[in-house]
């Protein structure tokens, strides 16, 4: 069993639909959690570190659930730019060890 | 924000040679810095993880004396991939441990590595 998990999609949605992720996680040590943005053949790019006390940003919101080790991420009123893959990072202690989903493929449809 | 840089940002060789990858944090020191590679629609998969001032380590299956990692200073990892063949032709990119207030990694913008 891999680490962390992720449904790896595609999830093709309208434009305007809400579209929501989630992430599990295996180890309970894991103290850090993250969501990045990945486009075709760019470098990962930070969208929002994910607290217990659930965090949002505009359209965007993170939750972590640690008793069932997963974190969830949601997108309101989805954009054509939103189109990416989301990927799922898990880091331990001294973020010694980071760990990456293997990320969820998002397709946004006009 | 925090940068990384990386250099070169796309490389062709030949089979047999190597290929020296630079990556660099360009307004912040970095103890910690962290080497990727990523193979068409697949995740990112840990390489190793580079100490400024000491051995690199390694996760398993990648092998050090192919991919030789060094970190000379708090700003500058390279990695070095020794007698590269087609099958080591890959995006690689760099992160580095910016230690702000959080663990947030900062990616450089990749490497993409062909070897003919």
């Known amino acids: 069993r891999k680490e962390v998990e992720q449904d790896p999609g595609p999830f093709n949605v309208p434009e305007g639909a809400t579209v929501a992720f989630n992430c599990t996680y295996s180890?309970?040590?894991?103290?850090?959690f993250f969501w990045y943005r990945q486009d075709c053949r760019k470098e990962p790019k930070l969208l929002m570190s994910?607290?217990?006390s659930g965090n949002e940003d505009g359209r965007f919101t993170a939750q972590l659930n640690r008793a069932s080790q997963y974190i969830s991420l949601l997108i309101r009123d989805s954009k054509l730019s939103d189109s990416a893959t989301y990927l799922c990072?898990?880091?331990?202690?001294?973020?010694?060890?980071?760990?990456f989903g293997s990320g969820t493929r998002l397709s946004i449809r006009p | 924000g925090a940068v990384v840089s990386q250099h070169p940002s796309w490389v062709i060789c030949k089979s047999g040679t190597s290929v020296k990858i630079e990556c660099r944090s360009l307004?912040?020191?970095?103890?910690?810095m962290f080497w990727y590679r990523q193979f068409p629609k697949q995740s990112l998969m840990l390489m190793a993880t580079?100490?400024?001032?000491?051995?690199?380590?390694?996760e398993q299956g990648v092998e050090k004396d192919k991919f030789l990692i060094n970190h000379a200073s708090l700003t500058l990892s390279t990695l070095t991939v020794t007698s590269a063949h087609p099958e080591d032709s890959s995006f690689y990119i760099c992160?580095?441990?910016?230690?702000?207030?959080?663990?947030?990694?900062?990616f450089g913008p990749g490497t993409r590595l062909t070897v003919t």
């Open positions: 992160s580095a441990d910016y230690r702000g207030f959080t663990d947030e990694q900062y």
């Open positions: 180890n309970s040590a894991s103290q850090s």
């Open positions: 994910v607290y217990s």
């Open positions: 990072v898990v880091t331990h202690s001294s973020a010694s060890k980071i760990i």
């Open positions: 307004d912040f020191q970095a103890t910690t």
């Open positions: 580079s100490n400024e001032g000491s051995k690199a380590t390694y």
